[in-house]
């Protein structure tokens, strides 16, 4: 992360002397901007299908975009986008998103749904997804007010194979129903 | 070096007006607040506004608009296509002034740049240190006949608002077994997959309202953009709804209109369609060629870094009006390239070098109500010129699954509401 941060600085300076030539690349933010179109200004998206990428870890979201990149993790559209960037560029974005407040969402969700998904909470994912999903520093994507639709879809990429699971959440996952995942999303969706 | 030049003239000529001078309000101004003008409160202008207050709060931004609402062209054809109200396109100008923009609603008439001000029809006059223009599009008369009055029978629906209401009034009133004759624009124009996207819209509605009805596309080109996907969508879903005839079969697509007749001209044929969609060529906003920031192709030649006209100093020039290819005539290219630019004039009012610019465009066009495709492309700038990253982007796959065409659909509506509130939010 520091690593990064100097480069960042690094860059920075190099524009800030001037050199017009130097073929620098985009500030964080020039590159951050870029994505609002989709996922929200500052990565707070006000949805339902695109996820809000605020307070995601740098590190989940480089991982996310190399991933989309190679095609190990199947999309219809990002990968075509996470194609026209560099490692470099992805930790420049991912610096902007990291820094903001988790976004909070106001959807509809099913209330027993909600408290079932509750119960199952602390023994399938709290060990990963702590903070009720949102401790960035799990580096595992932030679930807490996560929009439904965007969870919905991951999980079905995830039983599809075009998204690899962790092996502890596939132990997780393969124990339970799909009526226990959708209250488990819309818990995830509730939080507020 | 120009820019260094007259920021240095400016300078001096700052400190000689706080002598004493009066009557040279921008220049006087100009050892004060930095003030920027933007001409133009569509996508590409209201997104720089916000984004030039977002990065430097200490900027004036002036934002000269007459409408008080804006209607996107983007998801009108879904208006057309039944699925959608046309409020769900309006927004207003209310999130603009939060952050701090002053927002006028008067038309612009003239943009001085030697003296950097603009002028209006209230009488206004505002000086700037940067002027922004986002006017959009005009129609240029390459059709006989398709006057004023003629676009109130045969709607061109290019800009959203009365023309999308007209269209759909239109359609609602067109008995079964009935002709809608679309005519698309040569290129360069706002929207390039548009005019099939609507062709799509109209069909889906006609399948499944009156299904006997035809849909006859005379184009002005040879070939159109996401072409084998748009052919694909109307063989899979409105198999033999959709005529498509190139430019070539008809002599150059059509060329008169005779709007109380009802009737429609090519070269050779003659056509009485129940629902005529023409659409004209394009320019850029007529406010550009009065400023004489175009070129003799009607649109406005920009530097590819920071937008700058290469006419006029001073003057940026951003959305459907630039000549700003490779990157698109669409909306998500319009709030990208406002980003580019409310960094880059934040920038220079502040004396600074502009940094490097990054430019994303993605285009969904909704063929069938759980069908959705798109384009995508990551640009960034080569030898002082836009340019696509290579290996980047690119569109749906032909053979991409019944489950991700029914997510980019979902993909195209969250796109929808979160650019809208990125620009007016």
Known sequence: MSVNKSLAVLLGCGMMLGTAQLSAAPTATMLADTCAGCHGTDGASVGPASPSLAGMSEIYIVDSMKAFKSGERGSTIMGRIAKGYSDEEFQLMASVFAKQPIAITSQKTDAAKVAAGEELFGSNCEKCHDERGGLADDDAGILYSQWLPYMQYSMEDFMGGTREMPKKMKKKVEKLSDAEIEALLQFFASQQ | ?425
């Open chain 2, 1 to 425: 070096m120009n820019k260094i030049n007259r920021r240095s003239f400016i300078k001096i000529a700052g400190s000689a007006a706080a002598v004493g001078a009066v009557g040279f309000p921008s220049i006087a101004a100009a050892a004060g607040k930095k003030r920027v003008v933007i001409v133009g409160g569509g996508t590409a202008g209201a997104t720089a506004a916000k984004y030039i207050r977002r990065a430097d709060a200490s900027v004036e931004v002036t934002l000269i608009e007459p409408n008080k609402h804006y209607y996107t062209c983007y998801l009108s054809n879904e208006v057309l296509g039944g699925g959608r109200k046309m409020d769900s396109l309006k927004f207003g100008y209310d999130g603009l002034a939060k952050h701090g923009v002053t927002v006028v609603h008067d038309t612009v008439t003239g943009i001085d740049a030697k003296g950097q001000k603009v002028t209006t029809k209230g009488g206004k006059s505002f000086g700037y240190d940067r002027c922004i223009v986002a006017p959009g599009i005009s129609f240029v008369d390459n059709i006989k006949g398709y006057d004023q009055a003629a676009m109130e029978k045969m709607p061109h629906a290019w800009k959203a608002g009365s023309q999308t209401a007209l269209l759909r009034k239109q359609l609602e009133g067109m008995a079964d077994g009935g002709t809608v004759l679309i005519a698309p624009p040569p290129n360069p124009f706002r929207c390039p997959p548009g005019p099939y996207e609507r062709a799509c819209q109209i069909a889906s509605y006609l399948k499944q309202n009156k299904p006997k009805s035809k849909i006859l596309i005379l184009d002005k080109k040879d070939k159109f953009s996401k072409q084998g996907l748009f052919t694909q969508a109307w063989d899979r879903h409105y198999k033999g709804m959709i005529e498509w005839v190139k430019a070539e079969d008809t002599g150059g697509g059509v060329m008169r209109v005779d709007a109380n007749a009802g009737k429609v001209f090519t070269e050779f044929d003659e056509y009485k369609p129940d629902v005529a969609n023409i659409i004209p060529a394009q320019v850029a906003g007529s406010i550009a060629k009065t400023a004489g920031l175009t070129d003799d192709s009607g649109w406005c030649p920009v530097a590819g870094k920071t937008f700058e006209s290469t006419i006029h100093k001073g003057i940026h020039v951003i959305g459907d009006a630039a000549i700003q290819s490779p990157l698109p005539k669409s909306g998500y290219a319009a709030n990208s390239e406002a980003k580019v630019v409310a960094a880059a004039v934040v920038d220079l009012v502040n004396g600074r070098e502009p940094g490097t610019p990054s430019w994303v465009n993605t285009c969904y066009s909704i063929v069938a109500p759980n069908d959705g495709i798109s384009v995508a492309m990551v640009y960034n700038l080569v030898d002082g010129k836009v340019a696509k990253v290579e290996g980047s982007g690119g569109l749906t796959p032909m053979d991409s699954s019944p489950q991700d065409r029914a997510r980019e659909v979902q993909y195209a509506y969250s796109w929808f509401k979160n650019i809208t509130s990125d620009i007016f939010g």
